[in-house]
Nanobody, 122 residues
Framework: QVQLVESGGGLVQTGGSLRLSCAAS????????MGWFRQAPGKDREFVAV????????TYADSVKGRFTISRDNAENTVYLRLNSLKPEDTALYYC???????????????WGQGTQVTVSS
């Protein structure tokens, strides 16, 4: 069992930056691949980024590649998402999720946080 709590969301202007954090409970955090997803009102939840359990490899959605960076600190049981060059279309509720498989499908993630809101004003 992994419990996840996101933080760091907020209201920023276009071009601004934020760093999201996701704190995990449990002693097995370093065994899980960690993903970030987002969901805008009226839209499906979409994949943003995923990082391997060791932190050695990451994959990004094309829409955020070059602007967002995922990282993790296994000693602190935390995964991060750095959001740069934000656009209004990045506005969404951002979720972190944990999975033993390295996938981009939300259905492959059994553990989810409650989400943190990111709003980008134009």
């Amino acid at each position: 069992q992994v419990q996840l709590v996101e933080s760091g969301g907020g209201l920023v202007q276009t071009g601004g930056s934020l760093r999201l954090s996701c704190a995990a409970s449990g002693r097995t955090f370093s065994s899980y691949n960690m993903g970030w997803f987002r969901q805008a009102p009226g839209k499906d939840r979409e994949f943003v980024a995923v990082i391997t359990a060791s932190g050695a490899f990451a994959t990004y959605a094309d829409s955020v590649k070059g602007r967002f960076t995922i990282s993790r600190d296994n000693a602190e049981n935390t995964v991060y998402l750095r959001l740069n060059s934000l656009k209004p279309e990045d506005t969404a509720l951002y979720y972190c999720a944990a999975s033993l498989t390295y996938r981009q499908l939300a259905s492959q993630y059994p553990y989810w946080g409650q989400g943190t809101q990111v709003t980008v004003s134009s």
